[in-house]
């Protein structure tokens, strides 16, 4: 009986280790912007029917790279933003951060214009090296190179001006 508790134990242990992990991401604003992510409908790749609405929630898999479409975007009718957003593995120092809150994910008008613009949007969330538990966001050409040197990354949205068909 008592071998049989170990090896239960030892299980759940190694399950729980090599589930995968999720961030989840708080899509913040604009408030009512709807967001899509590419999937696999009868093997073929589609985006997602049902989409989320800003302010709104999903836990996305660690350790991929999801292809989003943006619609919905106030004072810009029938504009479609087709970001890629990196969610990377957690690390060991982001790993408590990750399990106990959101990644928020926020759009200014000005960062929208600069997309419309044509110029690419690199926008990087990550945790500080210094004490604290708050993130912080950084845009910019060097945004990855730049929050790696501040920090731990959380979360990277790039958004340029493409147009993207799904095949």
């Known amino acids: 009986m008592r071998w049989t508790a170990i090896v239960m134990a030892i299980l759940v242990a190694a399950s729980g280790a090599s589930a995968q992990q999720r961030t989840q991401v708080l899509f913040k604003e604009p408030s009512g912007m709807k967001v899509f992510w590419l999937t696999k ?14 302010p709104g ?23 479609e933003l087709f970001p890629t957003l990196d969610v990377p593995p957690a690390s060991p120092a982001t790993r408590e951060f990750l399990g ?28 500080p090296n210094a004490a604290g538990d708050e993130i912080a966001p950084t845009s910019g050409p060097d945004a990855v190179r730049e929050a790696q040197r501040r920090g731990h990354i959380v979360l990277v949205l790039r958004i340029g001006n493409i147009d993207f068909t799904p095949k």
């Open 100 to 127: 106990h809150n959101s990644v928020p994910v926020v759009l200014t008008d000005d960062e929208i214009e600069q997309v419309v613009k044509g110029n690419l949007l690199v926008k990087v969330v990550y945790l």
């Open 57 to 79: 929630r999903f836990n996305f898999l660690q350790g991929a790279v999801y292809r989003l479409k943006l619609t919905h975007l106030a004072g810009r009718p029938g504009l």
């Open 41 to 54: 409908v009868d093997g073929k790749a589609a985006f997602s029917t049902t989409p989320l609405e800003a």
